[in-house]
């Protein structure tokens, strides 16, 4: 499954991954297109076999501060939306801790790791500088190996606690930590907590206050003291960046580091992604860069390929959702450049060149589209020319072999006299999706 991981009408962004039995699960907020605002009242799951990770499932609402037609709510003090959920098994039983906007957060229960979840209780405790509305936002769970149940959250600063493991719920006494991940360099703990445990070693997944990045901290200890470790990835690169959640899993024996990337031209419809990574002897993780792969280890050009999966935004152009059914890249300007990571486009030496077709929405202006590999300024294979109306454009350009990322540089058409001031800004085209024949 190519990025975004989840069919591509799905807004499941801050996912905290979890593999339980022979399925990979994904726990995060649910945005909405074109909102004005993050998240939604009912948190989604969706899932996936181990070994089929093209085939995601969506098993519906599991958990609302809001009635809605089909559901009642879950928590009768709020209805305020419902922020980036962890879930964690123990004893056979999977629980979801929750984070609600202005008001206290929550723990429900479930037999499946699908859900629904069943409210247990508002979270107890006794912390004297615990305001309802901060201390608990965005939980990340560990269940350790000894049997102990570490809550993570915060927000403008970290704080962790121990759960009492026999009901789930309720802070033990004397366990409430504050500053776990410091806010001064080289740590600047922002947001987003998520703790793994790999081998001995605990990993501190957050965003940090400085870009759109997903940093790391490591320790000995679920308590720290961590030491900061580096950048995992940056939706921000050569994209429109905003913030960034998620977190680290280990799935058929390779690391993912699961994040979301913006659409719509905003920082509210945000969606899953997945990278992969590598964990190093030494623990570090090096830094990664934004995709169209996915789980995939390279994507074919000769199938019908959807303009929204391009890892590579630059010079203004945004995915943007007409309808459920259709999303195209818009704002498409005048030294636009659109980036795909990566291709296997064979071996076949046979021909000298292939054909490529885009399915465009033409906005009234003509524009050229110089396609290129490897890189935004690397070897140019071709051109197609835009013309004004909606429809299928195509080209012949010259054939490749092997694994290359595919870059297209959009240029105005000025052949008919036109000067470059009456381009500037001023959209050129849209693109829906574009294919390789030969």
């Given amino acids: 499954m190519a990025n975004p991981i989840l069919p591509l009408w799905e807004y499941i962004p801050d996912g905290e991954p979890r593999v339980f039995g022979e399925r990979v699960y994904i726990y995060g907020s649910h ?3 074109n909102s004005e605002t993050f998240c939604d009242t009912k948190l989604k799951v969706w899932s996936a076999p181990l070994n089929n990770l093209n085939n995601w499932v969506c098993h519906g609402d599991v958990f609302h501060t809001r009635s809605d037609e089909d559901h009642k709510s879950d928590t009768e003090w709020t209805e305020n939306d419902l922020y980036a959920p962890d879930v964690i098994e123990k004893d056979g039983k999977y629980y979801l801790y929750a984070y609600i906007v202005n008001a206290k957060g929550c723990v429900a229960v479930s037999d499946r790791p699908e859900g629904p979840f069943r409210l247990i209780s508002q979270y107890k405790y006794n912390i004297e500088k615990h305001y309802d509305n901060g201390t608990f936002i965005d939980p990340g769970v560990l269940a350790d190996d000894d049997g102990r149940v570490y ?10 606690a121990e759960i009492n493991g026999n009901n789930m719920h309720e802070v033990i006494d004397g366990t409430y930590m504050e500053n776990i991940i410091p806010v001064e360099e080289p740590h600047n703990f922002f947001e987003a907590c998520s703790m793994r445990k790999v081998g001995d070693t605990y990993y501190m997944i957050y965003s940090p206050k400085i870009g759109s990045r997903l940093v790391y901290a490591t320790s000995k200890s679920p308590r720290g003291p961590f030491e900061y470790r580096g950048v995992i990835i940056d ?3 050569d994209y429109p960046g905003g913030n960034d959640h998620g977190s680290i899993c280990f799935i058929n024996g390779q690391w993912y580091i699961f994040y979301h990337r913006m659409t719509n031209g ?10 992969r990574i590598e964990i190093k002897e030494d623990g570090s993780i090096p830094q990664v860069e934004m995709t169209s792969l996915g789980f995939e280890e390279s994507l074919s050009p000769y199938e019908i390929i959807p303009a929204e999966i391009a890892c590579v935004l630059k010079g203004g152009p945004v995915v943007t959702e007409k309808n459920v059914f259709r999303r195209v890249l818009t704002n498409i300007t005048d030294g636009s450049i659109i980036g795909y990571k990566y291709f296997d486009f064979g ?3 046979s021909s000298k060149t292939m054909g490529i077709l885009f399915d465009v929405i ?9 396609i290129h590999i490897d890189c935004e300024d690397g070897e140019e294979i071709g051109c197609v020319n835009i013309g ?9 350009i010259k054939c490749v072999t092997g694994r290359h990322a595919l870059f297209l540089r959009v240029q105005a058409d000025y052949s008919e006299g036109w000067t470059y001031g009456m381009f500037k800004d001023r959209q050129l085209f849209e693109l829906a999706s574009f294919v390789i024949n030969k």
Avoid at 267 to 275: G, V
């Fill in 266 to 275: 905003s920082i509210m419809s945000r969606r899953a992604c997945a990278e």
């Fill in 347 to 349: 071996d076949d030496y």
């Fill in 31 to 33: 945005d909405k297109a």
């Fill in 235 to 237: 939706n921000g690169i």
């Fill in 388 to 396: 004004t109306d909606d429809g299928t454009v195509s080209s012949r």
């Fill in 362 to 370: 033409g906005r009234g202006c003509k524009a050229k589209i110089h």
């Fill in 151 to 160: 809550i993570y959250c915060g927000y403008l600063g970290s704080y962790m």
